[in-house]
């Protein structure tokens, strides 16, 4: 029997992180012929990921470019995955999550008449622009795709109330856990000279991430306006703050929190030394959709930095808080969690609902099942 040609297409630094143990176990997997393909939609810290799990992208479409839209990107993703998917003609087309690489890698399959599996599907606010675009790039996908895997229980109940037959999902925990685990060493040192300074044990020390669009203009402000309050309101407290690159967040960086005391804003991170930042500190502030599943992992309270979350998993569980963008809710949280150990312990010690370390085996047993080459 042929082996089952498997095509995984990404093209951003979340989507790499969450496919690498997915690619690593297809590739693994004597029955399977892995293909990756990387459209680059992020360019350099896309490059990161694949340097640090060892991933060697047969295809490459390199679409990023300065002030790209999301015009640029879908237009010329589109173009490239349709040859490369042309030429190859695989079995199956693997994507991730809720990027425009997401949505138009299902797109270019559907376009050849090529299966689609979605891997993190199920994700769902409900909201059209919140977050914009995922939200809709999550739609889209679920619409073209055959198959679903699901990272929790709840995500399956979203796909079923959208007429998704049950037999087209599998509920497997989240690939990001798979990573997290893989990656985090107790011994790790940062080659950031000021991060290996800090003094974990006795400081209260804060990571806070934002980037999203819709958070940038006023909410941006806020969020940093309650970043300097609460550093103002202890001293124990630190922040590190890895700034991200687009140019509308440093902006407002350099505006509002340059020259704060006890902020620490430095260059993005590699995954490995931010996972094992994550592990280290004590809570975190973040607008980003991963954490929210990595952080529980390792025990950290987050604080979610945004009005809807498509992760409610974590809200249920305790594992995370929804506080928006209002300085005096992020503000008083952060101060709760920080100064009552039952409240911040409730959380810190809620089980994580995304998973176990093993959703990428479970994804690959069920495409050797689907196809014919395995048991269930």
Do not use: W
């Amino acid at each position: 029997m042929d082996k089952l040609k498997v095509m995984t297409i990404f093209g951003t630094r979340p989507e790499a992180i969450k496919m690498a143990p997915l690619v690593k176990k297809l590739a693994e997997e004597e029955r399977i012929r892995s293909i990756v393909a990387v459209t680059a939609q992020h360019r350099e810290m896309l490059d990161q990921v694949l340097r640090l799990f060892s991933i060697k992208a047969d295809y490459d479409l390199d679409i990023m470019k300065e002030g790209q839209s999301l015009s640029d990107i879908t237009v010329k993703a589109l173009q490239g995955l349709e040859g490369i998917i042309k030429g190859e003609k695989p079995d199956l087309v693997m994507v991730h999550g809720d990027t425009s690489t997401t949505f138009v890698g299902a797109l270019a399959a559907f376009y050849q008449q090529v299966k689609v599996a979605h891997v993190e599907a199920g994700l769902r606010t409900y909201h059209k622009y919140s977050p914009y675009p995922e939200e809709m790039n999550r739609h889209l996908t679920g619409v073209l795709a055959d198959l679903h895997f699901a990272p929790t229980s709840t995500a399956r109940a979203h796909l079923l109330a959208e007429n998704i037959p049950a037999e087209r999902i599998a509920v497997t925990g989240n690939t990001v856990i798979d990573a997290l685990l893989a990656t985090v060493d107790p011994n790790y040192c940062f080659t950031e000279r000021e991060l290996n300074q800090l003094d974990y044990q006795q400081k209260k020390v804060i990571l806070l991430t934002a980037h999203r669009r819709e958070n940038l203009g006023q909410p941006l402000d806020n969020i940093f306006k309650a970043v300097k309050e609460l550093l103002a309101s202890d001293r124990r407290i630190e922040v590190i703050f890895p700034v991200h690159l687009n140019p509308g967040v440093r902006k407002t960086v350099n505006r509002v929190l340059a020259g704060t005391e006890r902020i620490h804003l430095i260059e993005p991170l590699d995954y490995q030394p931010f996972a094992n930042l994550m592990a280290r500190v004590t809570l975190i502030l973040t607008d980003s959709g991963g954490i929210q599943e990595e952080a529980p992992a390792l025990g950290k309270p987050v604080l979610v930095l945004r009005n809807t979350t498509e992760r409610p998993e974590a809200v249920e569980a305790g594992t995370v808080k929804l506080v928006g963008t209002d300085p005096a809710k992020i503000l008083i949280t952060a101060q709760k969690l920080l100064q009552d150990q039952v409240a911040y312990q409730k959380m810190a010690n809620a089980v994580n609902p995304y998973g176990d370390g093993r959703a990428s085996q479970r994804i690959v047993n069920r495409l050797l099942t689907e196809y014919g080459r395995g048991k269930e």
